[in-house]
């Protein structure tokens, strides 16, 4: 069952349904005319109307009555709101796409009853088309279901595919990863300035660096560990400044914060049930 000719509705319209949106249109995965949107701020609307040519309705009753595919784009805050608002109005063909963070697909499976139900764990990256999102089915969704959902994702990233217990490490990781790329930058950049290079050439050279890091091991296919290696020559510079990162500790920090990110995240979950 491929997206196309199927209609998705977007409950909620913020950062990340416009970037989704975005992508599926760019992708041509789905036309405008097949994508309907409700929120609650009606500039909102009419901006994502006015940006995309999609369709935007008054409220998310109107939008379960437009739209088969029902992509949960709010706070997992206003979710019980939304799921009790809309519970009335679902029939067989609707099913359920959802990313707020630390919600259940057991958790929708309990308000609106036996639908198929698609989890999302994705990251702020979507925003440029490079997000980083796993993906796990609920106990109605159908391998269908599980394709729709990487169509769309893969729209705005790379997507796999986890159990269901695996998305609180997803977040550890990737949810939550961007920021610890942000920080690792940040301090290079700082690093750049004190060894003399002007913040806006040490800048440009930590970006183009991290970027090109991710692309090596992307396109290469090659470990990590062995590109790092192929570029540490015996008593070198890259081999000064490894060992001053390993007395540091960065390794061990990092697995530190991937661990607290995902107890974090479950803990969470549990406070959402
Ligand atoms: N942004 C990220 O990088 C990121 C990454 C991973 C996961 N997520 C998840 O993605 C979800 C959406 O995040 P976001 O960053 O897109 O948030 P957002 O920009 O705040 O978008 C949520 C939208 O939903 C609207 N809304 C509030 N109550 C509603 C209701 N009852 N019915 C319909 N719409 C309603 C909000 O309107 P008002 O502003 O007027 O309240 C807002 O426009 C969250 O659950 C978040 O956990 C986000």
Request: hydrophobic share 45%.
């Amino acid at each position: 069952m491929p997206l196309k000719g199927q209609s998705v509705g977007f409950i909620g319209g913020g950062v990340m349904a416009e970037a989704l949106i975005s992508g599926l249109i760019k992708s041509e995965l789905i036309t405008a005319e097949n994508i309907f949107v409700s929120d609650p701020d009606t500039e909102r609307l009419m901006l994502l109307k006015e940006k995309n040519g999609v369709n935007t309705v008054e409220n998310n009753i109107e939008l379960v009555k437009s739209a088969s595919i029902l992509i949960m784009a709010v706070k997992p805050q206003v979710i019980d709101e939304v799921l009790s608002e809309i519970k009335a109005h679902i029939n067989k063909n609707h099913w359920v796409i959802t990313f707020a963070a630390g919600i259940t697909t057991g958790h929708i499976e309990n308000h609106l009853g036996e639908i198929p139900v698609v989890r999302v764990m994705t990251n702020t990256a979507c925003l440029v088309s490079a997000g980083a999102s796993a993906l796990a089915c609920g106990s109605y969704a159908a391998a269908e279901h599980a394709e729709i959902c990487q169509e769309i994702f893969k729209s705005v990233g790379k997507v796999v595919t986890v159990k269901e217990e695996l998305l609180d490490a997803v977040t550890g990781l990737s949810g939550s990863g961007p920021a610890y790329m942000y920080v690792i930058m940040e301090a290079l950049i700082d690093a750049g300035v004190r060894v003399g290079l002007p913040r806006k050439i040490a800048t440009e050279l930590t970006v183009q660096t991290m970027l090109g890091a991710a692309r090596m091991v992307m396109e290469t296919g090659r470990h990590p560990g062995r590109l790092k290696d192929m570029v540490t020559t015996p008593g070198g510079t890259t081999a000064a400044g490894m060992y001053e990162l390993e007395d540091g500790g960065l390794r061990v920090t990092l697995m530190n914060a991937v661990m607290a990110a995902t107890e974090q995240s479950k803990r969470i979950s549990e406070r959402l049930k």
